[in-house]
């Protein structure tokens, strides 16, 4: 999947996201709204992690879900 069918059925992927970064909120999300480098400065916000662990979370989750923006 790419960043454009991401974008176009973000609200089906909002609660897998959610699930997996439960402090991210329903505003994150809305900002958020499918672009990939939104998502990850957005769990290293709410996480408190460093920039580098967010991108492995995130790339980790694409190769376990098959999410790939």
Known sequence: MNEDTI????KQFKGKVKE???KLTD???D?????????VGKIQERHGIARD???KQVSDWE????YIW
Do not use: H, P, T, Y
């Not at 900002?31 to 998502?39: F, M, P, W």
């Open 63 to 66: 190769k376990q879900s098959r």
């Open 27 to 29: 505003d994150d999300l």
């Open 7 to 10: 974008k176009g059925n973000w």
């Open 53 to 55: 662990d967010a991108e």
């Open 31 to 39: 900002v958020i709204a499918g672009k990939r480098d939104q998502l």
């Open 20 to 22: 997996q970064w439960g």
